[in-house]
């Protein structure tokens, strides 16, 4: 925009800026929305689920953790029954060991992984298809 000289101009610059203005507001209502949407807790566990979809050695970790914290807790409800501070810290003890060891054994997670996936993926057989009117039985 030039200079302003007459009121006629200023009157049509004040209309083309708040124009200008009604389209950036509207740019910014739309990204703060956007931002908003992503982090809501509902969003970011989506997102995360789908990156440990595509990260493979994620999923393992995740699964190797699961299973040696289960691990431990087992074994600890297994050993230790009573109740006294020796044996409450002894078993603390023991599952955090049994955790730590069950964990790091990688093999067992894949092979459930692989179990749990192969259960939710079609089956590759082929279809049959049977014909659609009954005259042919």
Known sequence: MGTITNEMDLQAAIIVLELKQDQEW???KVELSAAVDSLMPLSLLKNSLKNVQLIPSIKEKLVASAIGLLAGYVSRKAIFSEHSPIKKVLAALVQTGV???VSQETELAKMIISGVESMFHKS???KRH???NEENY
């Open 124 to 126: 590759t057989s082929p």
């Open 26 to 28: 509207g740019l910014v």
């Open 130 to 132: 049977w014909p659609k």
């Open 99 to 101: 955790s730590i060891e």
